[in-house]
T-cell receptor, first 112, second 116 residues
Framework: EAQVTQNPRYLITVTGKKLTVTCSQNMNHEYMSWYRQDPGLGLRQIYYSMNVEVTDKGDVPEGYKVSRKEKRNFPLILESPSPNQTSLYFC???????????FGPGTRLTVT | QQQVKQSPQSLIVQKGGISIINCAYENTAFDYFPWYQQFPGKGPALLIAIRPDVSEKKEGRFTISFNKSAKQFSLHIMDSQPGDSATYFCAASMTGSSGSARQLTFGSGTQLTVLP
């Protein structure tokens, strides 16, 4: 089944404790992206990757890191999480470019 | 600065009625306008999309109307059903020099409730 998977789905952590949210796609897509969803703000892009080893900042990159060492994986790293990073995070991928993205099921992160 | 403005924030419609969600954009370089549908606990899913060379696109009960001069586009759901209850996001992107869009800019979302 073609899909984007994220792990974990739910995470509660404390301020400053480094964490990684994994994202994997099995569709051989070139483009991958991370978004955060907050009430009233829609989906805001954190980072994106047009292809392996190529990553770029989105609209809200502060406090996040990403890497794209393999085509299928695009982990999101929070080196020192803060409460304002409490949000619902989505990974997405598309065959080429940002159009027609397939979204994962989401990761709900709470930072206390 | 929000580049895609979406309204209304919430919408309640009776079964069988027409649901209309509106979006306005600022960047005239945008050339792809998709709508995404999100059910509770799920990720957004592409519903329908349009490019500015046409004024309307219809897929089943879902229609996008596009007004290039006004920089506005809207989603119409005909014969709305309770199963259509979801959050709807409009979005926009522009094709870069590489031939692919780099980013998708989303509206703030509309929570649609269709009453039985």
């Amino acid at each position: 089944e073609a899909q984007v998977t994220q792990n974990p789905r739910y995470l509660i952590t404390v301020t400053g404790k480094k964490l990684t949210v994994t994202c994997s796609q099995n569709m051989n897509h070139e483009y991958m992206s991370w978004y955060r969803q907050d009430p009233g703000l829609g989906l805001r892009q954190i980072y994106y990757s047009m292809n392996v080893e190529v990553t770029d900042k989105g609209d809200v990159p502060e406090g996040y890191k990403v890497s794209r060492k393999e085509k299928r994986n695009f982990p999101l790293i929070l080196e020192s999480p803060s409460p304002n990073q409490t949000s619902l995070y989505f990974c997405a991928s598309s065959l080429q470019g940002a159009a027609e993205q397939y979204f994962g099921p989401g990761t709900r992160l709470t930072v206390t | 600065q929000q580049q895609v403005k979406q309204s209304p924030q919430s919408l309640i419609v009776q079964k069988g009625g027409i649901s209309i969600i509106n979006c306005a954009y600022e960047n005239t370089a945008f050339d792809y306008f998709p709508w995404y549908q999100q059910f509770p606990g799920k990720g957004p899913a592409l519903l329908i999309a349009i490019r500015p060379d046409v004024s309307e696109k219809k897929e089943g009960r879902f229609t996008i109307s596009f007004n290039k001069s006004a920089k506005q586009f809207s989603l119409h759901i005909m014969d709305s059903q309770p199963g259509d209850s979801a959050t709807y996001f409009c979005a926009a992107s522009m094709t870069g020099s590489s031939g692919s869009a780099r980013q998708l800019t989303f509206g703030s979302g509309t929570q649609l409730t269709v009453l039985p």
